[in-house]
């Protein structure tokens, strides 16, 4: 079965940066996605980003594009989310999400994945 486990959540001031890291099992390498989605309390769940383990390519949300970026090392089977300029409301558990189906497919489907990592608690705050 495909296992996710997040780490690299904290708490980080405004403007700070943290970096996800998702490591993979179970889970082709070299075909369909990963991607990272985020929940705020009493919020629904939303996207954050994806990117395709065959091709590496890169999907955003609006409201994380330009500040957030989204990488591989499929040698290792891990995804990383670099997340920059942290705001506030980017306070959420972080959630590791697979899938076999490319990003464009994952994206285009509401950011629909088949399976899911526990989550990282990411705190922005001062």
């Known amino acids: 079965q495909v296992q996710l486990v997040e780490s690299g959540g904290g708490l980080v001031q405004p403007g700070g940066s943290l970096r996800l890291s998702c490591a993979a099992t179970g889970f082709e390498p070299d075909s369909g996605a990963i991607g990272w989605l985020r929940q705020a309390p009493g919020k629904e769940r939303e996207g954050v980003a994806c990117i395709s383990t065959s091709d590496a390519t890169e999907y955003y949300s609006d409201s994380v594009r330009g500040r957030f970026t989204i990488s591989r090392d499929n040698a290792k089977n891990t995804v990383y989310l670099q997340m920059n300029s942290l705001k506030p409301d980017d306070t959420a558990v972080y959630y590791c999400?697979?899938?076999?189906?490319?990003?464009?497919?994952?994206?285009?489907?509401?950011?629909?994945?088949?399976?899911w990592g526990q989550g990282t608690q990411v705190t922005v705050s001062s």
């Open positions: 999400a697979a899938d076999p189906s490319h990003c464009a497919v994952v994206f285009y489907a509401g950011w629909a994945f088949d399976s």
